[in-house]
């Protein structure tokens, strides 16, 4: 039987390392497919520029061969976006982890901006605590977390941002094929409240909220997370698959 072809795309600032706890032990049936994105940091991260997020998750799954993309935090945004705009992808479900999204733009305001603008090194910090548990001291993590907010830089943050502002504006209503969307309880960055949100809005969304998780609960709560992917990838096998069939593996796995 052929296995199941799952492409994992990581955040801005990421890396395949976060899937590593759950990928210590894939679901039978299913082979694990890391891919290392190299998220522009330069400004170019929008629709209209050479570095649109959805072009590159476009080309993830081209290289692939994915029949299902998971992807987190920034990356979730770039999948919604492509999945918006993709109406034939080849695609049998989506799994969203950690996604930003708010339904009207009346739900930002200036203090939305001045929260992610003041606290996008905690969420940075947060990565690089649940990555090395107790092996950095405080102190350190902290100013690891700065230098990595210094590279991104003020145009990485815009498009960070400008993804999030553009949510309101995305048909998600057309997006018909099964939606899993993984959120933690405790997430201070990707609000609880915004995968609720997305959920009501995505035809064929299923919500699951981890309780006691934050932002990366794919390294947070390993086992809990997989129990939870391999239940959706399990209902996707059973379902047939859309028209058109999953589009043909190339074979370099790096995004560059």
Known sequence: MTELRV????????STALWQPWCAQPPDG???????????VDGSAHPEGPGDPAELVARAVRTTGAEVV?????AANALLEFLVREHDSGLRGAVLVSPFYRPRQRDFDWSAISYYFNRFHLILEEGLSVSSGDRLPPATRESMALRVRERIGPYGWMDFFGAYLRTPHLAVHRVRLPVLIVAGENDFAARPTDAAALDRALPAGRLELLPSCGHFPMAEQPARFGGLLTDF??????A???????PPAITSLEMT
């Open 7 to 14: 492409a994992l795309l990581h955040g801005l600032a990421g």
């Open 30 to 40: 299913v082979e694990l497919l890391p891919v290392d994105i190299d998220w522009p």
């Open 70 to 74: 998971v992807a987190h935090s920034f």
């Open 233 to 238: 990838l399990g209902s996707l096998t059973a």
């Open 240 to 246: 047939p698959h859309p028209p058109g069939g999953p």
